[in-house]
C-alpha cells in the first residue's frame, strides 16, 4: 500500500468545465513530482481519480458534485438484449493488444473522431502532441486494444490502463463511418469480458453527469456503481 497522506495534492485555479455550458470547474491534482505509479494509480482510483497524460486528477469544485466517478462490477454485470446483438454484429472484428506507443494510424483515426464527434470541445483541432499528452503515460500501466475488421482495417482503438482494481477505459475512439457496429459499445463490452479474463473486479469509466447527454451511455451498464459521499453504491 501506498502512503497517501505522503502525497501532496494540488488545485487548479477556476476554469470552464468541459462538460457542463456556463459552470465553472476546479480540478484536484496528485502531485506530478511524487512517484507516480500502478499501485498509486490504484489506490486514487478507488477515491474517484482517473489519469489524462501522466497526470492523476479528481474534479473538486466547490459548489458542485455532479461528476460521479462510475465502475462496471465485471462479474456482476449482466447483458442487454440490445448489447447482445451488438456483440453478435461485431463477431467478425479481430482484436488485439498493441503497446501503448504512438503510431500514425493510430493517430489518423483519433483525428477523424475528434473532428467528427468532438468539434465543439476543448481536444479541437486534433494534434499529434495533444493526443501522446492526453492519452500515453511515462509510469501507466497502459494498453491500446486494436479493432479490426477482416480486411485488417482499423475501426477502433481502446486506450485501457490495467490497475490491481480493475481496468481503466482511459479513452476509446472509432471510426464514424460504422455507426451500425455501435463501436462504442462494443468497445466497453469487450473491455468488460477482459476484466474478467483476467480475473479483476470492475471497469472503470470516469465520470459520468446528469445533465450530460454525451454521458448517457454509461448508464446502459448494468449494474453500475458509483462513489457517493465517499462510498461506491451499487444501482441496480
Known amino acids: 500500500m501506498t502512503d497517501l497522506a505522503a502525497i501532496k495534492f494540488f488545485v487548479t485555479p477556476l476554469h470552464q468545465c468541459s462538460y457542463l455550458p456556463r459552470k465553472d470547474a476546479i480540478t484536484l491534482f496528485a502531485d506530478p513530482k511524487a512517484n507516480l505509479n500502478h499501485n498509486l494509480y490504484s489506490e486514487l482510483s478507488e477515491l474517484g481519480f482517473r489519469r489524462s497524460g501522466n497526470y492523476l486528477y479528481r474534479p473538486h469544485c466547490r459548489q458542485c458534485c455532479a461528476c460521479i466517478p462510475v465502475r462496471i462490477p465485471a462479474d456482476r454485470f449482466e ?16 482484436i488485439r493488444c498493441v503497446p501503448a506507443e504512438y503510431q500514425e494510424e493510430h493517430y489518423q483515426l483519433y483525428a477523424e473522431y475528434i473532428a467528427c ?12 502532441e495533444q493526443y501522446a499528452s492526453f492519452l500515453l503515460s511515462d509510469w501507466g500501466n497502459t494498453a491500446f486494444f486494436e479493432f479490426r475488421l477482416p480486411d485488417n482495417k482499423l475501426v477502433a482503438v481502446a486506450v485501457c490502463d490495467v490497475m490491481k482494481n480493475g481496468l481503466s477505459a482511459v479513452y476509446t475512439f472509432y471510426s464514424v463511418h460504422h455507426a451500425r457496429r455501435s463501436l462504442g459499445v462494443m468497445a466497453v463490452l469487450w473491455q468488460i469480458e477482459e476484466c474478467r479474463k483476467r480475473e479483476l473486479p470492475a471497469l472503470y469509466l470516469g465520470y459520468w453527469i446528469k445533465d450530460c447527454q454525451k454521458m448517457s451511455y454509461k448508464t446502459e451498464y448494468r449494474p453500475l456503481e458509483m462513489y457517493v459521499n465517499n462510498h461506491w453504491v451499487t444501482v441496480n
Open 79 to 94: 447483458l442487454s438484449r440490445k448489447q447482445k446483438r451488438i456483440l453478435q454484429r461485431n463477431a467478425d472484428l479481430t
Open 117 to 128: 464527434k468532438h468539434r465543439d470541445g476543448d481536444m479541437y483541432p486534433p494534434s499529434p
